[in-house]
């Protein structure tokens, strides 16, 4: 669809090498400083779909700026500026080979598995009787495995220990991290009428300090309900009003889909990838509370690299 990025192919200066991930290109510059472009590619269930929606990159990386800038005194992060819409510079850091994710009310992945029988999150346990989009006495951190290739496997914090995938004492640093800015998460989220459900946060090192990376906050990492109606909804067992990633993956299931092996994933036609693009816009709105900008889009590829080059110049002198 028009406008779309969904490729990138840059040659920055000091350029070393290239990451591409499922949405995002992250650009290694001399092991110093990564580019991270934020392209229009949308996945579920781990999985790339074949069209782009447009202006998605633009608003997860103004919404992962705005709160990163939010919460930089709860932990530091690797941002240094965002000198295109949808590009974010910051510190080369070494990833924790696992994500944090916490959960504040037992929907998507947990509900699902909830629903099948488990009364076990990665060593939480879930009390018997929750009903769909209830809320935990306490929030649940079940973190996963960071997989370079396939699907995210859920993992506890004692397999994390006994595997050496992370150190107990940042481990330690790592759950605090998650909890704190879950919470302010969750303060903002509510100034402006919305629930933050759940999310995920990624974390690195660099020279042996913990950094918060990647992105936050943003409909693709995190679930938002709106609050108006919630308890309503949930009395009646009626669906939550949702912002999120979530609706993408139920009309992917309710086409036959979900990541599975022969499974076809469902033509998106252009209306439904406009509808997309629309809800992605209001959770830019919600979350903010400001009015959506739209980026320059006659030849976007051409603003980034002339953007991030200029920036990169001077960054490097």
Known sequence: MQNAIVETNFKFPRQKDVYKGKVRDVYNIDDEYLVMVVSDRISAFDVVLPEGVPFKGQVLNQIAARFLDATADIVPNWKAATPDPMVTV????????????????????????????????????????????????QPLIT??????????????????????LVSEADYVLLEKY???LFQRGTEMAAEKGLIL????????????????????HTPDSSRYFY??????????????RQLSKEFVRQWLIENGFQGKEGQKVPDMDESYIKEVSERYIELFEKITGENFQKATAEDVAGRIEENVTAYLNELLK
Request: overall charge negative; hydrophobic content about 25%; proline content about 5%.
């Open 178 to 180: 998650t909890r704190e």
């Open 227 to 240: 609050a108006d109606g919630y308890e309503e909804r949930l009395q009646n067992g009626e669906p939550q």
């Open 90 to 137: 910051g510190h080369f850091c070494e990833p924790f080979k696992v994500e944090m994710v916490i959960r504040g009310y037992l929907t998507g992945h947990a509900w699902r598995e909830y629903k099948s029988g488990k009364r076990d999150l990665c060593g939480n346990p879930m009390p018997e009787g929750m009903v769909e989009n209830q809320k935990f006495e």
């Open 197 to 216: 459900v759940d999310t995920k946060y990624e974390f690195g090192k660099k020279e042996g300090k913990i950094y918060l990376i990647d992105e936050i």
């Open 143 to 164: 973190p996963t495995t960071k997989a370079d290739v396939g699907h995210d496997e859920d993992i506890s914090r004692d397999e994390i220990l006994k595997q050496g």
